[in-house]
């Protein structure tokens, strides 16, 4: 085996987390004297050690302090602006006598009092923050979401509530199955690791793991 072959080896051992002892044992073995052999494989399982340890500390999300007003009025905002959207679609003046505006601020906070008394989970309630559980072929900074924060779930609101009944067509079965379905999900914001947002998604208790309380 070449010196070259013989480094290479060695550097191979050393990444897949081999001790000192063995790499100093296969030096040895292809004629190392054995204080250069243990100082050289010292070398390599420090430097592989070191760097592992920068790689898990890289893609560790870095959170900022939860704060519970600004995710109470981000969801406010968030749900306003859905529910607007949504009313100005079907907004009938004949049968609702107030402004699309006063009408989706109070369907939001029906829906955060529904959310609250019937439905908020206790495992995983508003705020919590979360991480995917990651694939077996996951690769460590992949991914732009560092972190997610649980936020309310309207699907099952709207499922049980309607808030729209009087103004749209019945729901179909097809319809009522998958808002049940969709209902029975975790709601997470997913946040970069500047702590811009990026997206909403809706996973099942066992994709997602707590992230320690900062």
Known sequence: MTPQEINENLERMAMSGKSAEVLSAFLVEHGAPKALADENANAWVKFYTEEQAKI????KPVLPPF?????????????NEMFEHLGSEVFDPKKIWTTVEDWSAGITQNLLMFWREEYEPMDFP???RVRRVEPENYVSGSSSMQYGEIIVNHFRYLLEQNPHEDLTPARSEEQKIRLKFLG???AVQWYDRDGNKVCISFSRAEQL??????
């Open 56 to 59: 898990k500390a890289a893609s």
């Open 67 to 79: 704060d519970g007003h600004k995710l109470l009025n981000q969801e406010l905002s968030r749900l």
């Open 126 to 128: 508003i705020g919590t």
């Open 184 to 186: 029975g999900l975790h």
């Open 209 to 214: 793991v707590k992230l320690p309380e900062s």
